[in-house]
């Protein structure tokens, strides 16, 4: 499952700079892990963010989840 939602989870140096984002979208996996420290929850940040889904929010925390676990996690980059 964590894989599944790690492939959600893109780079393109085209888009962000480059930021890991969610795929299909140009909201940042940053500006997700913002939004749940913040307090939102899923549903509020798929309201401010139209773009994404339950999903992709889920993939942002899995992420996350992985950076602090200081693991190398290689993504997906754009064609």
């Known amino acids: 499952m964590e894989a ?4 959600l989870i893109v ?9 890991a984002c969610i795929r ?3 909201v940042p996996v940053s500006v997700v892990l913002d ?9 509020e940040i798929v309201t401010e ?3 994404i ?15 602090a676990r200081e693991e ?3 993504i997906h980059t754009a064609p």
Request: charged share 15%; glycine share 14%.
């Open 4 to 7: 599944d939602l790690l492939a």
């Open 11 to 19: 780079a393109d140096p085209a888009v962000s700079h480059g930021q």
């Open 24 to 26: 299909g979208s140009r």
């Open 35 to 43: 939004c749940l420290a913040d307090g939102m929850s899923v549903s």
């Open 49 to 51: 963010y139209p773009s």
């Open 53 to 67: 889904d339950g999903s992709g929010v889920r993939a942002a925390a899995a992420y996350g989840a992985r950076l």
């Open 72 to 74: 190398l996690i290689p």
